[in-house]
């Protein structure tokens, strides 16, 4: 083979070659798997708080309310207020048909005037005939009456005293029959004990009216509210319970005020376990509102929901708490692509960010799209900027 044979020869074997190496190199590049795409936050500083939170929603609640009725039944012959009206403590609500009490009372009263003028003249007899014993009594000193008359004086003082006090027990009787009917009367009407708003009136003028026998639920007559002093109450898993300490600060939000999260304090735990469902046992949390007027027209009756604050970090390194796996690890993007795998040592924590004492740096890259398919550790993967 000639020089130039072999130089032909060659340059052909280098051009299968490099077509062979380029049919190869297409063959992997398309072959080639897809990155994964996964979201990504960087590593920073900030505030980690550690908190919980109820269980199922809680309710806004009055420090004052009462579910009034009558003592007695009858017909409602007052009316005194209406739904919406607010009323001051010892005011007037309801009152029912009482023309039979009401002569018994005035009775009680004539029977009372009656007795304190018998009292009156049973002791100013009684007076009279002390002063006459007292006279009778210098005359026989001096001999000029017999002793069988100073015996009926004294006699005649001391009968008449005795009619005294039992006049004036008369006077106590009647006093006390006079108090009963006063009661009596005064079991036929309702009166606010304290001020606050009448939220419902189950009853109209005409209507009959009844208590509530024991074990027989009947509506009240008059639902009293004391708006002034709110609360909300909210059940809490019972493992979380023992962390919780009145005066501890909470957040409190309101489905109805979408948004806006309003700052409180625990006010009390509810000594027991609340076991109406048998599988989540809850205790019950109560926390107030630090500016009750911030949060403006609350109504009783509210879905609310209560964060209690347990400890706060600032200015420390962390992480969101979706980037973490089971056993504390999470997955880094490094700059080539890669997505790696490191256990991390975790302090204070919620739902929201985790601190990190040891085992990733400010600035890298944690992933938080763990249930996508494909996130390993070992997997090509590119930031999704979605």
């Not at 002390?130 to 008359?149: D, G, T, Y």
């Not at 015996?151 to 006390?176: I, L």
């Not at 019972?238 to 300490?245: F, G, H, L, S, Y």
Request: proline share 4%; aromatic share 4%.
């Amino acid at each position: 083979m000639n020089r130039a044979a072999a130089s032909q020869w060659l340059r052909r074997v280098l051009v299968a070659g490099l077509l062979i190496a380029g049919a190869m190199a297409a063959l992997w590049w398309l072959r080639r798997p897809e990155p994964v795409r996964v979201v990504v936050v960087q590593v920073d500083r900030g505030r980690v708080e550690a908190s919980v939170s109820n269980t199922r929603a809680g309710t806004i609640e009055a420090c004052q309310r009462t579910k009034l009725s009558t003592i007695i039944g009858g017909r409602i012959d007052v009316l005194a207020v209406r739904e919406g009206d607010r009323v001051q403590p010892g005011q007037l609500l309801l009152r029912l048909w009482n023309d039979d009490l009401q002569a018994q009372v005035a009775l009680a009263r004539a029977q009372l005037d009656t007795a304190g003028k018998r009292a009156s003249e049973a002791c100013t007899l009684a007076r009279s005939a002390a002063r006459e014993a007292q006279r009778q009594s210098e005359l026989a000193e001096q001999s000029f009456i017999s002793a069988s008359r100073l015996e009926a004086a004294r006699a005649e003082a001391d009968s008449r005293q005795a009619s005294c006090a039992a006049a004036e027990a008369g006077v106590g009787q009647a006093n006390a029959s006079l108090r009963l009917a006063q009661a009596q009367l005064q079991r036929t009407e309702l009166r606010a004990p304290f001020a606050g708003v009448v939220a419902r009136i189950n009853g109209e003028v005409g209507e009959f009216t009844t208590p509530s026998p024991p074990g027989v639920p009947t509506p009240p007559a008059i639902d009293l509210i004391d708006t002034s002093c709110l609360y909300v109450v909210a059940p809490m898993d019972e493992v979380d319970a023992p962390r919780v300490q009145p005066g501890q600060a909470a957040r409190i939000s309101l489905d109805a005020m979408p948004g806006r999260v309003f700052a409180g304090k625990v006010r009390r735990i509810a000594p027991y376990v609340d076991a109406i469902e048998k599988q989540a046992r809850t205790v019950d949390v109560e926390a107030d509102f630090d500016d009750p007027g911030g949060a403006g027209r609350l109504l009783v009756g509210y879905s609310a929901d209560i964060e209690v604050i347990l400890e706060v970090r600032d200015e420390v390194l962390r992480v969101p708490t979706a980037a973490l796996r089971e056993g504390r690890r999470v997955l880094l993007l490094g700059a080539d692509g890669r997505l790696e795998e490191r256990t991390v040592r975790a302090g204070v924590s919620n739902w929201e960010y985790t601190e990190v004492t040891e085992g990733v740096a400010a600035g890298e890259r944690v992933v938080t799209s763990l249930e996508r398919e494909g996130v390993t550790a070992g997997a090509i993967a590119t930031a999704d900027d979605r």
